[in-house]
């Protein structure tokens, strides 16, 4: 009950964050910005989650502007009906904070509000607010579908009730017992013993929310709890007792002629006491013979009993389990991607260093042992890159690296590949579909994920077999494991292999988990395909049984967008001369300058350099002559990359923007500004920059 009441508070804390959501993407409207209010009224009326849902937009001293429950220009309440003013004196007013219930005085019933403020540099310009009748938190409870002996509660910080799972007509709005509400406000969580307002004794579990600091309430009667025990062991007493009385008059009547035969009889009562099949053999005798009979009927009904119910806790546990694993998943996989964004963009700026370095190296010298080495050093440089690019599987997929593609193409790539690498006892067979979906994905990642998949089917078979790798189109009628209905296109591989145990398919998804021996495997080889599926906006289901052999199927939705149609040649054209460009590169990682500015230079660009976004405007501010920049995404200081180029493209839109990120959570879309992946190639970087001068 205790979990139960934590895993509701998580449901009522992600409804709230998902208005929240609702309220910054308004935030970011257009029409906001430049003061167009009417435009900003019409599109919040439209993008409100329901009718009976207010969008609000305040100024800084809390005077309303606008009110989706009131035509636009219509007179609006100048006072607040809830408890806002109090809480951004305590907690105060840049986060986001959401209300106590209050009597909302344009729609005359129980509201809440969540407030996101509105930031203009540092400080605060609006106030966006999101006025929900309680009746959306009374439907999130009744989903909860909870026994009609249980009751559910929702109450705020002054304990107020938000929504109840019983006549909440009755209730909602009301305030609940003091004692309780000073529990409620001390402790997060916990159980008591109390009484409803509508006089139940009940043992309550309770736990506060993160976000809105209210609180779930679980309740459930004593008389509940105790009637259960109660009837199995009367049940028990009186069936103990029956036997016992027929054993009493039996052995009273026959015990001088028949003690052996009673013995019988005990020794099956004895099976019957450890749970075990009575198989009673008749005496001769009809009452003794009779005792035996419901006695073995008895066992039977006994095990059939234990027998369904040990299936329905197994049933139950594996529910459970399966629920479990499936946070616990999503658990891990958040916290490595966050852990793998903050190594891949530090080792990706080691990597341009080292790979610049050795470019330039290459150029300066022609000493054929030293050209050598170099060789030798971008071999480890790829490998490097390539267990970067397994490791950023884990984090948000990069825009430098999306495309949009047709999958027949790279599917033909993988196929020479390994056709060359596979042992000639292992059988390679590709079906790939014609007329396939375009997808939006990482292609490098996408060919990766089919690399290790191929390689773990291999291993899997080590006396040879069969890999079977079909693509095809599909149409979703329902939802699969986390996503839509809708349009796929589903890539399965599938091998005749030794298959996997229950026990390694429970932690086959977990990254580092291998079975291959040390040295022969890094663990990486499904979660990377799994990590690249739910990148993707799709998923990746596992199918194996010991001795059958393993399917992996992996679903990547259908993109609305055009195929891209860069080509081989296109990048592989030369870079036209750049004598005489001025050129301002933005990157606070010194050794990356220190191995790049020489190389653009000798490129014949004209550099000056800056170590933050906010240098560089400075720089800018001066009247310094630019006319293109090349930026690093994530840097230190109050503005990144990306809004380096946005400011730029407003202030001084002749310049050229080309950015460069070894790894960003920010998504970059700003029409005519190309982003370049760490580490990047000179000739790539050069390449950009001349089309960016252009």
């Known amino acids: 009950m205790t979990e139960a009441a934590r895993a509701f508070s998580l449901l009522v804390d992600n409804e709230l964050q998902a208005k929240e959501g609702i309220l910054k993407t308004l935030a970011n409207f257009p029409a906001l910005a430049s003061g167009d209010l009417q435009e900003f009224y019409a599109y919040a009326k439209k993008m409100a989650p329901t009718p009976e849902t207010a969008i609000i937009l305040v100024d800084k001293s809390g005077r309303q502007l606008l009110n989706t429950r009131a035509p636009f220009g219509a007179p609006l309440p100048k006072q607040r009906a809830s408890n806002m003013d109090a809480l951004m004196q305590r907690h105060g007013a840049a986060q986001t904070l959401v209300s106590d219930v209050f009597l909302a005085p344009v729609a005359k019933r129980h509201d809440f509000i969540l407030q996101v403020p509105i930031m203009q540099g540092d400080e605060i310009q609006y106030f966006l607010i999101m006025g929900v009748h309680v009746l959306a938190m009374q439907s999130l409870l009744v989903q909860q579908d909870l026994p009609r002996q249980w009751l559910g509660v929702i109450v705020d910080r002054k304990g107020v009730i938000v929504a109840r799972s019983r006549d909440h007509q009755q209730y909602v709005g009301k305030s609940s017992d003091e004692s309780i509400q000073k529990l409620f406000s001390s402790t997060t969580e916990g159980i008591v013993q109390t009484v409803t307002l509508d006089g139940v004794p009940v043992k309550t579990f309770f736990k506060r929310v993160p976000i809105s600091d209210w609180t779930i309430v679980l309740s459930i009667p004593e008389a509940e709890l105790r009637r ?33 035969r009673m013995n019988q009889l005990g020794a ?31 066992s039977r009904q006994i095990r059939r ?50 790979t610049t370095a050795l470019q330039l190296a290459r150029m300066i010298s022609s000493q054929e042992r030293v050209q050598s080495l170099i060789d030798t050093c971008n071999k480890a440089l790829d490998r490097a ?6 490791l950023s599987a884990f984090g948000r997929t990069q825009d430098a690296r999306l495309e949009t593609v047709s999958l027949d193409r790279h599917v033909r790539d993988f196929e020479q590949l390994v056709e060359n690498i596979l042992p000639s006892n292992v059988d390679l067979q590709v079906d790939v579909a014609d007329g396939l979906w375009a997808v939006t994905i990482d292609p490098t990642q996408f060919e990766l994920a089919l690399i290790n998949l191929a390689f773990n089917a291999k291993d899997a078979m080590p006396a040879g077999g069969t890999i079977r790798l079909t693509v095809s189109n599909e149409m979703l009628a329902s939802p699969l494991e986390g996503i839509p209905a809708g349009e796929y296109v589903r890539v399965c591989m599938a091998d005749s292999g030794l298959g996997m145990t229950r026990e390694v398919m429970g932690k086959a998804l977990d990254p580092f988990f291998t079975t291959k021996k040390i040295g022969q495997g890094t663990g990486l080889g499904l979660p990377q395909a799994y990590g690249f599926a739910r990148q993707s906006g799709g998923t990746l289901l596992l199918h194996s049984s010991e001795g059958h052999g393993t399917t992996v199927e992996i679903y990547l939705p259908k993109s609305a967008g055009p195929i891209a149609g860069q080509t081989i040649e296109m990048r592989e054209k030369e870079a036209a001369p750049v004598a005489g460009i001025r050129l301002l590169f933005v990157e606070d990682d010194p050794l990356v300058r220190e191995s790049v500015v020489p190389a653009l230079e000798k490129a014949g660009f004209e550099v000056f350099t800056a170590e933050s976004a906010d240098h560089a405007l400075a720089l800018l501010d001066t009247g310094a002559p630019v006319d293109i920049v090349f930026s690093d995404v994530v840097m230190p200081g109050s503005m990144s990359g990306i809004e380096l180029a946005a400011s730029l493209r407003e202030r001084r839109p002749q310049v050229g923007v080309v950015l460069t990120t070894g790894y960003s959570e920010q998504r970059v879309s700003i029409p005519g500004v190309q982003v370049l992946p760490k580490p990047y190639d000179i000739a790539d970087a050069l390449r950009a920059l001349t089309e960016a001068a252009a």
Do not use: C, W
Request: proline share 2%; charged share 20%; glycine share 8%.
């Open 228 to 260: 259960t025990p109660f009837r199995a062991a009367a049940f028990l007493a009186f069936m103990m007792a029956i036997l016992l009385g027929i054993s009493f008059i039996f052995a009273q009547r026959i015990a001088t002629r028949v003690i052996g």
């Open 268 to 298: 099956s009562a004895d099976k019957l006491g450890r749970g075990e099949e009575v198989l009673y053999q008749p005496q001769g005798l009809v009452e003794v013979d009779a005792v035996g009979a419901r006695i073995t009927d008895a």
């Open 305 to 354: 009993s234990k027998q369904e119910l040990e299936h329905r806790v197994a049933q139950a546990v594996a529910d459970t389990e399966r629920a479990q694993r499936a946070l616990l998943q999503s658990q891990k996989m958040d916290a490595l991607g966050r852990l793998t964004a903050g190594i891949a963009h530090e080792f990706n700026n080691l990597l341009q260093t080292l």
């Open 385 to 390: 890159t390539s267990l970067t690019g397994q």
